[in-house]
C-alpha cells in the first residue's frame, strides 16, 4: 500500500478556482434578481397610477418575461461563439435604466419600454455571468454554478 498517497489535513481549495471572482458574481445575481422582482411588487401601484386593468398588468408581465427569458438563449448563443466581457456591465446597465425609466414613466406604453429593458438586462445579464462563473471554476464548474446559483 502506498502511504504517501494518503494525506491527512484540512482539504484544500482546487488551484486556479477564484473564490472572490465567484462570490462577486453571485452577489451580482442577487442584485440583478431583486431588481427584477420590484416589477412584481410594484404592480398594485401601476394598476392605480395609470388605471391598469388586470390584463394590461399580465402584458407587463408578458413584455418582461418574453424579453428576459426567450431572449436569453439567443444571446447565449451569439456569446457563445462571439464572447462579449462588456456585456455584463451592458446587462446590468440595461435592467438599471429600465429600471429608472419605470421610476418616471408617463403613460403604460412607456412601462412596457421600461419592462422589456428589464428584461433586456436580464437575459445579457445571466449567459455571460454564468460564463465567467465557468472560467473562475479552476476545473470545478459545477462548485462554481452552484455559487453563482445562490445569488438569483
Known sequence: ????????GPPQAPEGTRFRVLYA??????????IQSLILAIYPMLKGE????????GLITLTYQLTASLLQPLVGLYTDKHPKPHSLAFGMGSTLCGLLLLSVA????????AA?????GSSVFHPES????????GGQPGLAQSIFQVGG
Open 1 to 8: 500500500m502506498n502511504t504517501a498517497a494518503i494525506t491527512a
Open 25 to 34: 458574481i453571485s452577489f451580482s445575481h442577487f442584485l440583478n434578481d431583486m
Open 50 to 57: 395609470f388605471s391598469l386593468s388586470f390584463a394590461q398588468i
Open 106 to 113: 408617463p403613460n403604460f406604453g412607456v412601462v412596457l419600454v
Open 116 to 120: 422589456a429593458l428589464v428584461g433586456t
Open 130 to 137: 454564468s460564463r465567467i462563473a465557468r472560467l473562475a471554476s
